[in-house]
T-cell receptor, first 113, second 116 residues
Framework: KAGVTQTPRYLIKTRGQQVTLSCSPI?????VSWYQQTPGQGLQFLFE???????NKGNFPGRFSGRQFSNSRSEMNVSTLELGDSALYLC????????????FGSGTRLTVV | AQKITQTQPGMFVQEKEAVTLDCTYD???????LFWYKQPSSGEMIFLIY??????QNATEGRYSLNFQKARKSANLVISASQLGDSAMYFC?????????????FGKGTTLSVSS
């Protein structure tokens, strides 16, 4: 079966711009989580969506937002980009119930210049 | 607060040797899961192995095994017969199961380099 698909793979944006990243989970998975990975901070949790509702949120400013559609696809948006937002953004999907793990996508590498 | 500690920034091993990557964790939740992921330079996080807090036996998946010592709060990954393709970053992660939607907490990772 198809894995988790993240688009685009690479992005270059300018400070102050906004960006939207997309994630298509594994078919049947209803939970999508987003993580930011940077060399300095490591992997940090952004938020988790389940059945179109945000169920959990990490400690990030309001410039970071997300949503989930009825087909479980998810988007995350970062507004007013800062240089420090340069990172690998990873999306993970799961069934969202019980003791299940996560399957990750290949990530979107965002560079802010 | 939950925390994962990986104390080895880098490990070097020769092909066909076994290697142990260390992971200790801290949590007050009785129900949790421990995960190991491999991240090659391409960036994708590849799931390797899972251990539940109530599992009595250590998890094994092919060449991967997890040495779970609950009292010591450690969950070390053992890779037997290393291969060149094992060179990557390895992350230990934990997730609490006390409620739905809890996040994975990751360690800082260990870079494994396998040489011929």
């Amino acid at each position: 079966k198809a894995g988790v698909t993240q688009t685009p793979r690479y992005l270059i944006k300018t400070r102050g711009q906004q960006v939207t990243l997309s994630c298509s989970p594994i078919s049947g998975h209803r939970s999508v989580s987003w993580y930011q990975q940077t060399p300095g901070q490591g992997l940090q949790f952004l938020f988790e969506y389940f059945s179109e509702t945000q169920r959990n949120k990490g400690n990030f400013p309001g410039r970071f937002s997300g949503r989930q559609f009825s087909n479980s696809r998810s988007e995350m948006n970062v507004s007013t980009l800062e240089l420090g937002d340069s990172a690998l953004y990873l999306c993970a999907s799961s069934l969202g119930q019980g003791m299940d793990g996560y399957t990750f996508g290949s990530g979107t590498r965002l560079t802010v210049v | 607060a939950q925390k994962i500690t990986q104390t080895q920034p880098g490990m070097f091993v020769q092909e066909k040797e076994a290697v142990t990557l260390d992971c200790t964790y801290d949590t007050s939740d009785p129900s949790y899961g421990l995960f190991w992921y491999k991240q090659p330079s391409s960036g994708e996080m590849i799931f390797l192995i899972y251990q539940g807090s109530y599992d009595q036996q250590n998890a094994t998946e092919g060449r991967y095994s997890l040495n779970f010592q609950k009292a010591r709060k450690s969950a070390n990954l053992v890779i037997s017969a290393s291969q060149l393709g094992d060179s990557a970053m390895y992350f230990c992660a934990m997730r609490s199961f006390n409620q739905a939607g809890t996040a994975l907490i990751f360690g800082k990772g260990t870079t494994l380099s396998v040489s011929s």
